[in-house]
């Protein structure tokens, strides 16, 4: 092949080309810091780049975010319980000091009084939140645990339950000696009441988790009453587990409900106290009612629509139906009622196909028993300060009458009969006291239970986040590996390119000096 000059001149002036684009790779790598600029130079590493910037970033959103996230809201959930324990500690060592038989009423009311305050604190507990997300409360975080003003809101809740859920109090009819005193009892009369007629009885009950339920009678004027059924497998349907119809009776009415359920005639009844909450039973009835089996599950709905600050929202707890003021309706917690066990769990996605569960749920530690207990100690005391009046109402009547007149001896025998009762039902504040010490260790161990699961997932999280810290640097040093250039072998070469295109333009320049204008 003839070689000329232009053919010459040509394919220097490409090589040194050649040169300058690569010279302007390095140079660009060199600004850039990373191999390829765009996919077509290197589709490989592109495609690497692509899955390992994928990898990096889920990891660093698991690392950096959720796993944060997560730690700091069982990081307020453990003190949260922390904090509850310190409460149920001091609502004991109060339950302690009632339960001496010694105590006189002004020093019991003292303590009930404590016990209340330390109530509302242990519920309160359950409003604490994480970043305006209360953490006790399921999947609506967006709604505090507890009321926290006085409200009127309709709901129909459905508690569901087995005859575990029945238990018995103790009930002493006082009689006519309520609010004995000089002006309401003429001693010449006879005793009011005599030690003999002092009844002292254990009533059966099923003790709902509100009082104040809705009574009286709905737009129809029937009695609005609490349905109790229990499933039926023969026609796959809920039945009512008593026969005879539940009565309404008002914890004001004469007779009491009390009074009226004791009645030897009324072992059948059912009565459905709306003050208090209580459904009472007969002893024929509750034979009727745990005749059911404790495998057998009992449903009791019933309504509520006046809320009093501090009283724990139904949705948090049960399946219920709220119906606001314009007769539109909504369903809270419908899985309950189908699915066993179902629960408000929410879990964080930490890792590739890993999650965690971060809440912990009123149910699992802010039970509506505590409070309950407490209104039952309550009652009992208000019970033990009537009784008290009148015993000393009548003992102040007796200092003024001499021994052996009929006004003493009438008077005598009343008191009696107050002192009678008053030890019944000071010896039941006692076992109340001593009921409460057991039912709150029970709610001790709860909390601990759940303060043990709470810190077992935290350390899961400290493992989970330490791998994550892992892969992360394996996954970073992976991609650098991938996308980042050797800063020393890109300068050498560098160096090495421009003194190589030097070279060739010294070298063409020399080439290209000579030609045929040279020969002529």
């Known amino acids: 092949m003839r070689m000329t000059n232009k053919i010459m001149q040509n394919n220097s002036l490409y090589n040194i080309n050649n040169n300058k ?4 790779k390095l140079s660009t790598q060199m600004s850039t810091l990373k191999k390829i600029t765009r996919p077509s130079d290197d589709p490989v590493i592109a495609i690497r780049a692509l899955r390992l910037r994928s990898d990096v970033s889920q990891i660093k959103q698991y690392y950096e975010k959720n796993a944060p996230d997560a730690k700091s809201w069982l990081e307020v959930t453990a003190d949260a319980l922390n904090t509850t324990t310190d409460v149920i500690n001091d609502i004991l060592q109060q339950c302690t000091k009632g339960s001496n038989k010694d105590l006189g009423v002004d020093q019991l009311d003292i303590i009930v009084t404590q016990l209340k305050s330390l109530k509302e604190e242990f519920y309160a507990t359950g409003n604490v939140d994480y970043a305006g997300r209360y953490v006790f409360t399921g ?15 309709k709901f129909k809740i459905t508690e569901q339950l087995n005859v575990s859920a029945a238990d018995t109090i103790n009930y002493t009819n006082i009689g006519k000696l309520k609010g004995a005193s000089s002006t309401s009892y003429d001693p010449s009369d006879p005793p009011l009441e005599e030690a003999v007629d002092i009844k002292n009885n254990d009533i059966y009950r099923i003790r709902l988790s509100y009082d104040n339920l809705t009574g009286g009678t709905d737009a129809a004027g029937d009695a609005v009453i609490p349905a109790i059924t229990k499933y039926d497998a023969v026609s796959d349907t809920y039945i009512d587990v008593f026969a005879a119809p539940i009565e309404q009776v008002s914890s004001t009415s004469v007779p009491s409900p009390y009074d009226y359920i004791t009645d030897p005639a009324n072992s059948g009844k059912v009565v459905f106290v709306p003050e208090t909450g209580e459904i009472l039973m007969g002893k024929d009835a509750y034979d009727d009612f745990v005749s059911v089996g404790n495998n057998t599950e009992i449903r009791v709905t019933y309504e509520k629509d006046s809320w009093k600050e501090g009283d724990l929202r139904p949705q948090h707890y049960f399946a219920c139906e709220y119906t606001d003021t314009t007769g539109a309706k909504i369903n809270y917690n419908n899985d309950y009622l189908t699915e066993e066990g179902a629960s408000q769990v929410i879990k964080y996605d930490v890792g590739y196909n890993q999650t965690i569960r971060i809440n912990t749920t009123a149910d699992e530690v802010f039970t509506l028993d505590v409070d309950r207990n407490i209104d039952d100690l309550e009652s009992a005391l208000a019970a033990l300060k009537q009784i008290n009046e009148a015993k000393t109402n009548i003992g102040k009547m007796l200092t003024g009458y001499a021994e052996g007149t009929t006004e003493y001896n009438n008077l005598k025998a009343t008191a009696d009969a107050a002192d009678k009762a008053y030890t019944y039902i000071r010896e039941n504040i006692q076992k109340t006291f001593e009921g409460l010490i057991t039912k709150m260790n029970g709610t001790l161990d709860n909390t601990s239970v759940a303060i043990t699961d709470n810190g077992t997932r935290g350390s899961r999280l400290d493992l989970i986040s330490n791998r994550l810290m892992t ?5 970073q040093t992976l991609q650098s590996s991938n996308e980042d250039v050797d800063i020393a072998e890109v300068t050498i070469q560098l160096t090495s390119m421009n003194n190589s295109y030097q070279s060739a333009l ?12 040279n020969y002529i």
């Open 471 to 475: 892969q992360k640097t394996t996954f």
């Open 21 to 24: 684009v690569l010279q302007d």
């Open 506 to 517: 010294l070298a063409t320049s020399k080439i290209m000096q000579n030609s045929l204008m």
């Open 139 to 153: 999947y609506r975080t967006d709604t505090t645990l507890t009321y926290t003003e006085n409200k009127t809101e």
